[in-house]
């Protein structure tokens, strides 16, 4: 097995907050009670970025996600946000930051410009600069046309939209979003990405969104990858896959895996894994090794894949184990 503590040695993580950072995280830790959900997490989100954090249920984003946007306090460490610490300095904080909570905040029953003009309200907007701020954002998220009508009216991907209007309405110059694709349907989920870089190449907001679906931290500019707690990885998706030489292969054993593993290691000298009673083999040139390992051990293999490497193997690099455990759920902390 992939060693847990030598996988956390080195997420390659930034001590220092680098010169153009928009959110810097250092050695945030956070318990409830006597359950660590932070564990000392450091990395820096820059200026423009689209910014995944990614990781299984219990993983920790949740907690990062309300320090973040100050409904939280750290245990310790220290989360800035624009020049703006989370502890010290939260009031000032919360001006510079838009949040679009994973739980919907419009209100149904209100058209889709009330429900902004309520939002413009609380930042002290008024009068005739929020209005042509309104149609302005109901302009940029495609639903100017839709402004007199009840937002209970709208599909799950134009509630969406206008939650995240309501986020950007203050133009902040940062924008947080907890998992916002949750319940929306492909075409509307590519559209909120589609979206999500626009908003970084013409407006340049910093981006940070937390998700559990790989797909989605594949179109981030750069991704922590979190587990129990702990940031595992950080780096761009191409960055982070690449650290894995060659293709990933992947055998099921007629019989025992842990003893086919053996077996294979002391015939080809490379290093395998064993989960889920699969064993797995990191090396370049994997057509023609499983063809030498299916010639090798005749009726000891059951099936046999060979991929690209993904982010999932980044995780299983790094963290020993799958992204999520065999009934679907994250695996519970041992
Ligand atoms: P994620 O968002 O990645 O699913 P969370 O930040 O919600 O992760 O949770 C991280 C850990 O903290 C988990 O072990 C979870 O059970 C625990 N946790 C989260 N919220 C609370 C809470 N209010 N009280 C106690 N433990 C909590």
Redesign the pocket.
């Known amino acids: 097995m992939t060693s847990k503590s030598s996988a956390y040695a080195d997420p390659g993580v930034e001590s220092s907050s680098a010169p153009d950072a928009v959110i810097s995280l250092q050695h945030v830790v956070?318990r409830?009670?006597n359950?660590?959900?932070?564990n000392g997490v450091s990395f820096d989100v820059r200026a423009a970025e689209l910014f995944g954090l990614l990781?299984?249920?219990?993983?920790?984003?949740?907690?990062?996600?309300?320090i973040l946007s100050t409904l939280m306090f750290p245990t310790a460490g220290r989360a800035v946000v624009m020049g703006c610490d989370a502890s010290e300095d939260a009031a000032r904080l919360r001006r510079q930051i838009g949040v679009v909570f994973q739980a919907q905040s419009v209100d149904p029953k209100l058209t889709a410009y009330e429900n902004l003009w309520h939002q413009g309200h609380l930042y002290g907007l008024r009068g005739p600069s929020l209005n042509t701020r309104i149609s302005e954002m109901l302009t940029r998220v495609g639903l100017a046309d839709r402004a007199k009508e009840r937002v209970e009216t709208f599909s799950g991907g134009m509630q969406r939209r206008i939650e995240l209007a309501k986020g950007l309405l203050h133009r902040p110059g940062v924008l947080l979003l907890?998992?916002p694709t949750t319940g929306l349907d492909p075409g509307a989920r590519r559209d909120l990405w589609q979206y999500l870089q626009m908003l970084r190449d013409e407006e340049h907001v910093s981006v940070l969104v937390?998700t559990?679906l790989m797909e989605e931290a594949e179109r981030c500019d750069r991704l922590a990858i979190?587990n129990?707690?702990n940031l595992v990885a950080l780096g761009t998706p191409a960055e982070l896959k690449s650290e894995i030489g060659g293709d990933v292969v992947l055998l099921e054993a007629a019989h025992d895996a842990a003893r086919l593993a053996d077996d294979i290691r002391a015939r080809f000298d490379v290093h395998t894994t064993v989960i889920d009673n699969q064993v797995r083999i990191e090396r370049p040139g994997g057509h023609r090794f499983v063809t030498d390992v299916v010639e090798a051990f005749p009726g000891g293999i059951q099936a046999i894949s060979v991929s690209k490497p993904a982010l999932e193997d980044v995780f299983i690099r790094r963290t020993g184990h799958k992204f999520w455990s065999e009934n679907g759920d994250?695996p519970q902390?041992s």
């Open positions: 956070h409830y009670e359950r660590t959900a932070l990781g299984p249920n219990g993983s920790g984003k949740t907690t990062l996600f309300r907890d998992e937390t559990h979190m129990e707690g994250a902390p």
